[in-house]
């Protein structure tokens, strides 16, 4: 038997393996209930699949490099066929803006208070929550980075309500931790209206041991997080400033160009978590079962440290 004749069945045998990974990991990224996934989270979840370091133990902080490339992960799914993907969506092409409020023909739609809204620095994560019914379940509209800066009828909504809020979702990177800074100086918030960055930051991802890209090193990377702040506010926390400070690890971790997508997270969890937060929702930590099921629920819930 030739060499080539061996190499070919070694290709033949990995193409089978990895399609078997794509059915099993389709599986997963849609429970329960068929959910529907971006196509990064679906390669993040094959990772997952043939290195199984989420279900490591947290104590141990740790990001993992990819089981796969992304190349060999788009082959894999051209070998899927002209079936669709269940669960699988489209990328998301930004639309030509339109005037909020075009959907109904109430005439005193923006009289209402609107008291959350979720703003996501992936337009592909933002489309998934949406897909999967967070505007409708936790009562807040969801938007991506690319439809900022927000339709003056919807901040008027936020300024209506009390204590009205915008959430903010963004990447574990040295960019993803500049988010809420970028989005104060692109949107004009109402006076009072509280912002408050939800994550990810790379212990976070960490205590998930979830798959890390790598990008170019930086020279130097924030030594803080974003805080919480309320527009036109006195006092402490009234403007976009320094927040929790990132651990020495964190920075190093940060400054060897590495980062971790909103994607990396498995869809139940990100979605059961962006719920819980949204309604600021504090989960019970009183007994054991409680405890495990607040680690199960996403990348925010667990540990609070």
Known sequence: ???????????????????????????????????????????????????PWHRAPRRAQFTSAPALTYDAYRDTLRRHGPEPVPGLLPP?????????????PEPDLFDYGLPRLLVCESDDIAAMLRANGVPTESACPVYGASELPLDPGVLRMLALAEHGTVYLLHDASA????????????????????????????????????????GPAYAAVPAHGPAPFV??????????????????????????????????????????????LVREVRPPRSQLTALRQVRRAGFLSWPTA
């Open 92 to 104: 998301t092409v930004p639309a030509p803006r339109r005037a909020a409020g075009r959907h109904t």
């Open 231 to 276: 527009v036109g506010g006195t006092g402490a926390g009234t403007g976009p400033g320094l927040g929790f400070a990132l651990s020495r690890r964190e920075r190093e971790w940060l400054r060897r160009g590495r980062f971790v997508e909103l994607a990396a997270v498995n869809p139940a969890s990100l979605i059961r978590t962006v719920h819980r």
């Open 175 to 214: 960019r993803g931790l500049t988010f809420p800074a970028r989005f104060a100086r692109s949107v004009d918030v109402p006076e009072g209206v509280r912002v408050v960055p939800l994550g990810l930051r790379p212990r976070q991802a960490g205590a998930l041991h979830l798959v890390h890209g790598r």
């Open 1 to 51: 038997m030739s060499d080539a004749t061996d190499a070919r069945g070694v290709g033949q045998m990995r193409q089978a393996i990895l399609d078997r990974v794509l059915r099993t990991a389709v599986e997963k990224a849609g429970a329960p209930g068929q959910l529907h996934f971006t196509g990064r989270q679906l390669y993040y979840e094959m990772c997952r699949v043939l290195q």
